[in-house]
């Protein structure tokens, strides 16, 4: 295969691939309330691996966020099963990766507990995080 | 032939009638006695409470085997991460 038919395979595949995301649905966003919540601080990433109010909480917040929780614990527990862990580690492990995605202003957990906003630098992270 | 006896042989039990407070209480009386002299073990009870650590079923490499599996997991959960 020369040079230039590997080049328009590549293409080729490009486009394809393309189309496929098009035609695939749209990966879901997060809900515009849950969203605005965390830019606000009001709601953080726990070590544990799910989400609490952190301040200024209301009801519907509240709901918001343990809605969100049994939704983490459902797809923790399957990904536990497939991966041989108990779904405590898969949650702490995904919490590791949660608070190292987290964007600067929102809240995270601190290993001592506490509540930090995350700043330009990497968060604080558990001992025991990769 | 001569068999070693390791311990002390009993004979058989024998089923006596209960026997009224008092004569039980002697008898509870008599065996603290007799495992005082006997130099039993003595426990005593700690001063400070007793904490239960709970983090400790979070093991380590486990942690860092999951990693790239908890990314991938959020990233095609992000409606919820």
């Not at chain 1, 989400?51 to 459902?74: E, F, M, P, W």
Request: charged share 20%.
């Amino acid at each position: 295969m020369s040079m230039h038919s590997i080049r328009r395979f590549m293409l080729g595949s490009a486009l394809a691939a393309l189309a496929l995301g098009g035609l695939a649905p749209a990966q879901a966003q997060r809900d515009p309330a849950y969203e605005q919540a965390r830019a606000a601080g009001q709601v953080g990433e726990k070590m544990d691996g799910y989400l609490s109010v952190v301040s200024g909480g209301n009801a519907a917040l509240q709901r918001l966020v343990d809605d969100i929780n049994i939704r983490r614990k459902a797809v923790y527990t399957e990904r536990a099963q497939a991966s041989g862990s108990t779904v405590q580690e898969y949650a702490f492990a995904a919490g590791c990766q949660a608070i190292a995605r987290t964007e600067q202003g929102e809240k995270y957990q601190a290993p001592d507990g506490s509540w930090q906003t995350r700043g330009a630098g990497p968060p604080q992270r558990h001992a025991s995080c990769p | 032939m001569n068999t070693l006896d390791l311990t002390k042989p009993c004979g058989p039990a024998n089923n006596r009638p209960m026997a009224d407070t008092g004569k039980a209480l002697a008898a509870a009386v008599a065996m603290l006695g007799s495992g005082l002299a006997g130099g039993c073990v003595q426990v005593t009870a700690p001063d400070k409470p007793i904490v239960i650590e709970l983090n400790i079923n979070i093991r380590q490499e486990v942690i860092y085997r999951l990693a790239a599996d908890a990314g991938n997991t959020i990233e095609e959960n992000s409606d919820i991460f």
